[in-house]
């Protein structure tokens, strides 16, 4: 069973910066689709932003050259680097992992809050 652990979120004004941070455990993190997802409120959750365990990546057209995922596999951590944030970009955050054993299995973080304030 993988652990994911997402921090960083906060209160920002429209604007500012927020790096946020999922440290994975319970795997050999170098193995691990990972990726962002959010969820605002009353809507579905959406992706964000993924990398794969080759350091592909992929953005969803809302957040393209605003936001940067990154991993380190040192660290078994993803980041996801977000700036000139808006409020629409508020939302709960979720760090999300996938492995393939004998067959894929998912896995999701517990999730943490941005506020972009007007």
């Known amino acids: 069973q993988l652990q994911l652990v997402a921090s960083g979120g906060g209160l920002v004004q429209a604007g500012g910066s927020l790096r946020l941070s999922c440290v994975v455990s319970?795997?050999?993190?170098?193995?691990?689709?990972l990726a962002w997802y959010r969820q605002a409120p009353g809507k579905q959750r959406d992706f964000v932003a993924g990398?794969?365990?080759?350091?592909?990546?992929d953005y969803d057209d809302a957040v393209k050259g605003r936001f940067t995922i990154s991993r380190d596999n040192a660290k078994n951590t993803v980041y996801l680097q977000m700036h000139s944030l808006k409020p629409e970009d508020t939302a709960v955050y979720h760090c999300y992992a996938k492995i393939l054993t004998t067959k894929w299995v998912d896995y999701w973080g517990q999730g943490t809050q941005v506020t972009v304030s007007s």
């Open positions: 990398i794969t365990r080759g350091s592909r990546t």
């Open positions: 319970g795997s050999d993190f170098r193995f691990l689709d």
